[in-house]
């Protein structure tokens, strides 16, 4: 399984674009980038997911460069709503698991 | 529609005892998987049954945990012996099909061991 490396935490102002980039270096050729959101005392959420380019959905967007060993999850003018932990998971096309890390406490400020 | 239930939503018991965790999946949900999540963590994955088949158990700790899914549809995570060790928060995720990067997941329970 890749191993996947996100920031801690970030904070940001209400209203500003929000990029959490994640790092994984060793991303095999089937694996896809999967990205889950998860709220205090809920289960985490699916976000969005990507194998390359750009991916944008009504929440978020992901971009992946041509290398595949980051990606970016893009949050436009985020709201106090959005505080939350943010996952970055590699997944295999073939796998059932999720493998989740310690993700990215996102703190939204008024 | 329904998500994915868990009960109890609280479990607090005495260290020696046995729990039974129960997960009900959204209906027509051919995967169910089990997660514990420490304070901090992200879940880490337990077990994993495809309709009633437990096809992966690799995450269990240890032979005190067992899970069961016997109809294919409600799925039970038994602790037996409890141990301080144990207490989680424990969490139920369901998905379409097996290889769906979409698993939702339940509200989860919180289990105490005292």
């Known amino acids: 399984l890749a191993k996947t490396t996100q920031p801690i935490s970030m904070d940001s102002y209400e209203g500003q674009e929000v990029n959490i980039t994640c790092s994984h270096n060793?991303?095999?050729?089937?694996?896809?980038i999967t990205w889950y959101q998860q709220f205090p005392s809920q289960g985490p959420r699916f976000i969005i997911q990507?194998?390359?380019t750009k991916v944008t959905n009504e929440v978020a967007s992901l971009f992946i460069p041509a290398d595949r060993k980051s990606s970016t999850l893009s949050l436009p003018r985020v709201s106090l709503s959005d505080t939350a932990v943010y996952y970055c998971?590699?997944?295999?096309?073939?796998?059932?698991?999720?493998?989740f890390g310690k993700g990215t406490k996102l703190s939204v400020i008024p | 529609g329904a998500g994915v239930s868990q009960s109890p939503r609280y479990k607090v018991t005495k260290r020696g005892q046995d729990v039974a965790l129960r997960c009900d999946p959204i209906?027509?949900?051919?995967?169910l998987y089990w997660y514990r999540q420490a304070l901090g963590q992200g879940p880490e994955f337990l077990t994993y049954?495809?309709?009633?088949?437990?096809?992966?158990k690799s995450g269990l700790p240890n032979d005190r945990f067992s899970a069961e899914r016997p109809e294919g549809s409600i799925s039970t995570l038994t602790i037996q012996r409890t141990e301080q060790r144990d207490s989680a928060m424990y969490r139920c995720?369901?998905?379409?099909?097996?290889?769906?990067?979409?698993?939702?997941f339940g509200p989860g329970t919180r289990l105490t061991v005292t």
């Open positions: 049954f495809n309709y009633e088949a437990q096809q992966d």
């Open positions: 209906s027509g949900h051919v995967s």
């Open positions: 060793n991303i095999a050729t089937n694996d896809y």
């Open positions: 990507g194998y390359k």
């Open positions: 995720a369901s998905s379409l099909g097996t290889t769906s990067y979409e698993q939702y």
């Open positions: 998971l590699v997944k295999g096309a073939g796998s059932y698991q999720l493998t």
